[in-house]
């Protein structure tokens, strides 16, 4: 029966790679090779991870950016994005969740009960965090397929309890991740684990950080398919490697290539909910009206990477203290979210901000209004909020405003 279910998801995701590959070779067609590293990588990559469960490792599915990921690298497991991004297993998903509730949840949940998606098959363990109301309830269920350890995030990062909250709570994943996966996670192996996620977190900012350049010597669409391919490279050394790389060859062809992308075009910051399932609609449509992204403040871009965890106290408060401080809307109040904004629209010469929210994201929605605000009274730039879902009946109406917003520029 076991290697029956195992040749069925293989074969599943095998014909999924097959027409992925062939529909994004033609939607990346004109993506430079070296991107096309990160544009497949998330299909590529459950092979790799496949062939290193053969050899014995173990996986940890997880699902956001507050899991501080160090820990399972510390355990000699590997960490795994499970977040959905396609919209095929959302009427599955529909049977049992609400459908007024946020596509990402809908379709990492559907993933899961339909066995389509390899990277939730492969994983031994479930990591989450009580974030927003949806996810923490789907976690739920997802308990009864895999096992599921829930972190219980607070709700404010500035409270004086909530660094002891969350201390403890990092001290329980340690301890779990021990006993399930029967390893000792040392202290020596958590300051390596820092270490290396850091030097990750180095370069991928260093990579971002090509986008302040005036014009820039890459489009959005490529920036962020590095940024979010790069979640899915199992070999960290291999990735940073290949990162760090690719930033030379881009800085050195900088002159010869400047013309790709103009100059007049407006600057476009990203902000929001996670755009993984809607940034074909959505960097496409902007890149194709005239406009140029050159930063991505959501999760995969700045917000995640920005803040390095310090390595020169006791890893445990050093973990406790960078993830806390995730600047996310889940947290109230969440102030840091405005002046992380108000560097980066310095920094990056923003012309004007596009707020993407996943249709019942009531946290991300809720804060527009403050975003918005911000935006448009205190940095005195345009703002543009757009809330779209993972389908593609609303492409119409999003190409409509978002030429209208650049076209005002
Ligand atoms: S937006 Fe917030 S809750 Fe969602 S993945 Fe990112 S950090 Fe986690
Ligand atoms: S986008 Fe919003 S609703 Fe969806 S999982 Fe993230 S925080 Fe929750």
């Not at 490792?57 to 507050?66: E, L, N």
């Not at 399932?277 to 403040?297: A, D, Q, W, Y």
Request: aromatic share 8%; net charge negative; charged share 30%.
């Amino acid at each position: 029966m076991y290697f029956l279910k195992e040749d069925s998801i293989i074969f599943k995701a095998q014909i999924k790679v097959l027409i992925l590959l062939i529909t994004r070779g033609i939607r990346m067609s004109n993506l430079p090779e070296m991107f096309h590293e990160f544009s497949e990588a998330r299909q590529k990559g459950f092979m790799e991870i496949k062939a290193l469960k053969e050899q014995g490792k173990k996986v940890v599915g997880i699902y956001c950016t507050y899991t501080p990921i160090e820990l399972i690298m510390a355990s000699d497991a590997i960490p795994i994005g499970l977040c959905g991004t396609s919209e095929e297993v959302i009427p599955e998903a529909e049977k049992h969740l609400p459908r007024n509730l946020c596509p990402l949840i809908k379709s990492s949940y559907g993933h899961a009960i339909t066995d389509t998606c390899p990277y939730f098959y492969f994983s031994d363990l479930l990591v989450g965090e009580t974030t927003c109301d949806g996810k923490k309830k789907m976690y739920e269920y997802l308990g009864e397929i895999k096992p599921m350890h829930v972190m219980q995030l607070p709700q404010t990062m500035k409270d004086k309890n909530a660094f002891k909250v969350w201390r403890d709570e990092i001290v329980l994943l340690k301890e779990h991740l021990e006993k399930e996966l029967e390893v000792e996670i040392t202290e020596e192996k958590l300051k390596a684990a820092i270490k290396e996620r850091n030097k990750e977190r180095r370069v991928l900012k260093e990579f971002y950080e090509l986008g302040k350049l005036c014009p820039p010597p890459i489009t959005g669409t490529e920036m962020f398919q590095v940024l979010y391919g790069s979640e899915f490279k199992v070999d960290r050394q291999e990735k940073t490697a290949y990162i760090k790389n690719m930033i030379k060859e881009i800085q050195e062809k900088y002159e010869e290539n400047k013309g790709k992308v103009s100059p007049k075009s407006p600057r476009i910051l990203i902000t929001g909910c996670p755009i993984g399932g809607v940034s074909e609609k959505i960097l496409k449509t902007i890149e194709e009206n005239g406009g140029t992204i050159v930063c991505f403040e959501n999760c995969s871009g700045v917000k995640s990477t920005d803040r390095l965890v310090d390595e020169t106290i006791h890893p445990i408060d050093a973990l406790t203290e960078k993830y806390l401080n995730i600047p996310c809307s889940v947290m109230s109040p969440n102030k840091d979210r405005l002046e992380l904004l108000s560097k980066l629209i310095d920094e990056y010469k923003i012309d004007g901000v596009i707020e993407v929210i996943l249709q019942a994201c009531h946290t991300y929605n809720v804060e527009s209004y403050s975003i918005k605000k911000f935006v448009n009274e205190e940095k005195n730039k345009p703002y543009l909020y757009l809330e779209t879902d993972y389908s593609q009946s609303d492409t119409g109406q999003l190409k409509t405003r978002i030429a209208a917003f650049l076209e005002m520029m």
